[in-house]
């Protein structure tokens, strides 16, 4: 804007000088050469007055620039370390730093402190309810044991049919609490990203063989076909082993659970780009269009689902994610938009 | 053949009542109710083997297994079962750092399973 300024002015002066020797020149021929040098000299005057502003100017962006710019930087260099590192330093300025450069240093400064005190906080939620997982894990698991046992001394007892089949009944459900309880704690632990990974080359062809045998008796209960689709074949993924099988055994076990009697699972492994996709196709129900953005979240449950028989506790699929996304992989589904069947994509980068 | 041994730490009187209905005939068995006692009871009798909880009033099982590993006898190397309802990998490292010789989370194992665990330590 200055240099604006000084030009308008250096332009204006220069049409006077000019305007003025014109009319000398018409009137007096002698006093033309006069006007001609005093023109020069204008042009003179104008320039030293140019060089003059434009120092100026220089000086003036200098300061612009120590009092403003480098503390803008400095600014912004603080924000970065906080955002990307948490780290909250002093940020120093020059003492004549405008007011409102130190008042932004000062909300900043309050603002980063609030947020340090709202993670801890966080972390501090995070820990509190992590161990009241532990303690009330632990808590399940005494009474469930003295269940578990009591029922393993009764059916070693004489017993009748009926009572027998009333204790086998009782024992399995007692297994599935405990195994309900161990899930509960694996999830806050891999949900908090404490959970320890053993990863481990992994043969995702054979781990799809051991599933498909672990699961024909539940799909022949249901009246569903399992089978593995020929040329099943990856080179080893890194993985751990003990989950990866957790995440495929629950994509089958849904699949079967979702699937009416006369359907069929298929299951199949692809490479392809570096990476591993185990497939898990169904015949099922699919999945309501408005359910669709919600299957990976916490405690979620279809609200097509067949019957009380296939309900889950609802967090299989938002863990299985995240341990596939801890893998450096993802699960992906898809369904068709009108009618049945569902395909859940296991991707997991080959080692 | 003459019996074992084997000193069970364990302080709920239901599950031990039901242990000692499995191990009965097996084993001579010996309980102690907390670890103060069962350190007690460890050094009197110089048990087999010794399958202990970790929470347990005073003195806990870390503590116990701690003290047991760390003696200057033929003693130290005892095999110890920890049999616990504590089940979270960072309990499991300790034990193991700690030299358990085997770890067991009580609600997802049978006596049967535990008995077997315990044959297999004594090296039937």
Known sequence: ?351 | MDTKLILVAEDDPVLKNLLGHTFAGKYQTLYARDGAEALALFEKYKPALLMLDLLMPGVDGFAVLEKIRGRQDEFKSVPIIIVSNLGAEKDKQRARELGATDYLVKAENSIDEIVARIAKALGE
Do not use: C
């Open chain 1, 1 to 351: 804007m200055p240099l604006g300024g000084f030009l308008a002015i250096f332009f204006l002066l220069l049409a006077a000088a000019s305007g003025g020797a014109l009319w000398y020149y018409s009137t007096h021929a002698l006093a033309a050469v006069l006007s001609g040098a005093a023109y020069l000299f204008a042009v003179g005057k104008s320039l030293a007055l140019a060089a003059f502003i434009l120092a100026a100017v220089a000086i003036i962006f200098f300061i612009i620039a120590r009092l403003l710019a480098a503390p803008l930087k400095r600014i912004t260099r603080a924000m970065q370390a906080f955002a990307d590192k948490g780290i909250r330093a002093p940020i120093r300025v020059p003492r004549l730093a405008p007011r409102e450069v130190r008042e932004l240093i000062g909300e900043f400064a309050k603002m980063s402190a609030s947020v340090e005190a709202a993670q801890a906080h966080d972390k501090e939620v995070a820990r509190v309810k992590s161990d009241f997982i532990s303690t009330a894990a632990h808590q399940l698991r005494t009474p469930l044991t003295a269940v578990r046992w009591a029922l393993e001394a009764l059916s070693a007892t004489p017993l009748s049919e009926d009572q027998r089949s009333l204790v086998e009944n009782a024992t399995a459900k007692s297994k599935d609490l405990v195994a309900i309880v161990g899930t509960l704690l694996d999830i806050s632990l891999i949900e908090s990203g404490k959970y320890k990974y053993q990863f481990a080359p992994l043969d995702l062809a054979a781990l799809l063989e051991n599933a498909l045998a672990d699961f024909i008796p539940l799909a022949g209960e249901h009246g569903v076909h399992l089978a593995l689709a020929p040329g099943a074949a990856a080179p080893p993924v890194r993985a751990d082993a003990e989950r990866i099988k957790w995440v495929l055994n629950n994509l089958i076990e849904n699949a079967i659970r979702y699937t009416p009697s006369g359907g069929s699972v298929t299951l199949s492994l692809a490479v392809a780009a570096g990476v591993a996709f185990l497939r898990v196709r169904d015949t099922g129900i699919g999945i309501l269009p408005q359910d669709r953005g919600n299957i990976f979240e916490r405690f979620f449950r279809g609200g097509n689902a067949l019957s009380k028989e296939s309900e889950g506790n609802g967090l299989g699929l938002y863990i299985a994610r995240q341990i596939a996304r801890d893998h450096g992989g993802d699960i992906s589904f898809a369904a068709n938009e009108n009618g049945p069947g569902t395909t859940f994509t296991l991707a997991l980068p080959v080692a």
